[in-house]
């Protein structure tokens, strides 16, 4: 069936007929069972994360490098997310392409993703292709937050499809759980993700001050994944702020492999978060198939700028989402294997930073 006829039968699907334009702006086979011994219907086979292949060759092009570009001029936004796209070389046309963008509150940028940068995002997966953006907010009503920070109009005006996470019916979730997963009973992870040809993810740069420690490409998942059980009614979210919180976000990850993640670094929150904060401008785009490298590249920019608290502390590597998301197999292992490559003349300084605050 065609994806579209699809999206009109999920209950939070908004469907837009315009073209998209240029840019302007834990069982891990067999899944659960239920008290009566039935299998829950939305549990899928999935491949174990631990059997995954960490990606450990840097090299041009491959998932080790993350790409940075320093924007002089705000006006460059659009620029840079253009530069660094060049990078993948990806052709998207006749594919599924869903996209996670960073709507956690109507909270403006660097809180949540600049419209410009959205909208770059659109522009460079090009108009043959078939756009969805899924969203799913943390800090208020999804569809509210979307109307309030302009994501509505702006896809609609882009000819993409928005999904609101939290209106999809039972049978549009999937289960995904390994055995050594800290989640109780796994997660519900959404089709429209899980059936895309493309995933791609852009997050913001900023600590987090309810668990997290920092919010990027690894923490943005999380509002991928249902917030209630639609039948059981479980809060997943109370789940996730208990104990192993830093695991069950790198856990998350799993579930999913993005095309690749870009990062806008032109402000962040180097305390706080992940609504509020104390702004930096770092004035950097980075982007990277490989969401621990971009991540720990995110954290040592963090650093750079005299990040506070539990971010601050000891080698990178071992902050738990990331020192998490390498047991699994979910990228590269050390910083040694991070190549962090300038994108245009203004990036090599940062560039050379990073990569000494990565290796100290």
Known sequence: ???????????????????????????GDGGSE????????????????ATRTAVS??????????????????????GAIEAVLDRFETDFAGRRVAVK?????????????HPGTLAALFGGIGAAADVVLAERSGMG?????????GVLDLAEAKGVDVVVLDDLESDRWRRE??????????????????DADAVLQTCCLKTHRYGGHFSMSLKNSVGMVAETDPETDHDYMAELHGPDQRKKIAEVNAA???????????AGFATGGPARGERIEPGIVAASRDRIALDAVGVA??????????????????????????????????????RVVPVNEAAEGIAETITERLRA
């Open 141 to 149: 009503d999804t569809r509210t937050v979307l109307e309030e920070t």
């Open 57 to 78: 060759t840097p090299g041009e092009g491959d998932a080790a490098s993350v790409y940075v570009y320093r924007v002089e001029d705000e006006d460059d936004r659009r």
């Open 301 to 338: 920019v963090l650093r750079d700028y005299d990040a506070r608290d539990a971010v601050a502390d000891g080698p990178i590597f071992e902050q738990e989402q990331i020192a998490r998301a390498t047991e699994l197999g979910l990228g590269v292992t050390s910083p040694d294997d991070v």
């Open 34 to 49: 239920g008290a009566d011994g039935t299998r829950d219907p939305r549990t899928t086979p999935s491949e174990p994360p």
């Open 177 to 194: 759980d390994s055995a050594d997963s800290h989640w109780r009973d796994g997660f519900l992870f959404p089709e429209v993700f899980a």
């Open 1 to 27: 069936m065609d994806r579209r006829k699809i999206l009109k039968t999920i209950s939070g699907a908004i469907p837009v007929s315009l073209s998209l334009s240029g840019c302007t702006g834990d069982d």
């Open 256 to 266: 999913y492999d993005p095309e690749f993640v870009v990062m806008d670094g032109l």
């Open 101 to 113: 963008a960073n709507f956690n509150s109507a909270d403006p940028f660097p809180a949540s993703t």
